[in-house]
């Protein structure tokens, strides 16, 4: 991989960077910028902790992460186990009077027409024979597709 223009370290940046990194009181990110501004260059944290490695400085000690502070204990619930209930009720399609020929969506098949009435549910379709390979019965097929309209 080609190295980027400015990226050199000198002898005098990586005397500091040594010192800096043994001391141990700055993390790499703070090494990086302090760097940077004393030699006027521009310096990531991980160009910090690669150059490191590859000189073989020694490993820093791993910062441990602060405990928060303790919250109050709060006694563990066991999930309580209920059986499964069907509901008393059901869902059924309405019921349309008999004498209307029309049909529920819950009717809608291949092979009926497929034209809707209403505003408002429940919606009710026409239900009659429709053209082989059509969703429209002939009189709504005339409806949908008026004559001399393409289709």
């Known amino acids: 991989m080609k190295r980027p223009?400015?990226?050199?370290?000198?002898?005098?940046?990586?005397?500091?960077?040594?010192?800096?990194?043994?001391?141990?009181?700055?993390?790499?990110?703070?090494?990086?910028?302090?760097?940077s501004r004393e030699f006027g260059v521009r310096l990531t944290k991980n160009a910090c902790i690669g150059k490191a490695r590859r000189l073989?400085?020694?490993?820093?000690?791993?910062?441990?992460?602060?405990?928060?502070?303790a919250e109050p204990q709060v006694p563990e619930i066991e999930p309580e186990n209920v059986p499964h209930v069907r509901p008393a009720w059901t869902v059924e399609p309405p019921v349309l009077p008999a004498s209307s020929g029309r049909i529920t969506i819950y009717q809608l098949q291949r092979g009926v027409c497929h034209f809707p009435f209403g505003n408002q549910p429940p919606y009710t379709y026409?239900?009659?024979?429709?053209?082989?390979?059509?969703?429209?019965?002939?009189?709504?097929e005339r409806v949908v597709f008026p004559r001399g309209a393409v289709r």
């Open 5 to 35: 223009k400015g990226l050199d370290w000198t002898e005098y940046m990586v005397d500091r960077l040594s010192v800096l990194q043994r001391a141990g009181k700055l993390s790499f990110t703070e090494i990086a910028k302090t760097l």
């Open 56 to 69: 073989n400085l020694p490993l820093r000690k791993p910062v441990v992460a602060r405990k928060p502070k």
């Open 126 to 140: 026409c239900g009659n024979s429709a053209f082989r390979g059509s969703s429209w019965c002939p009189h709504h």
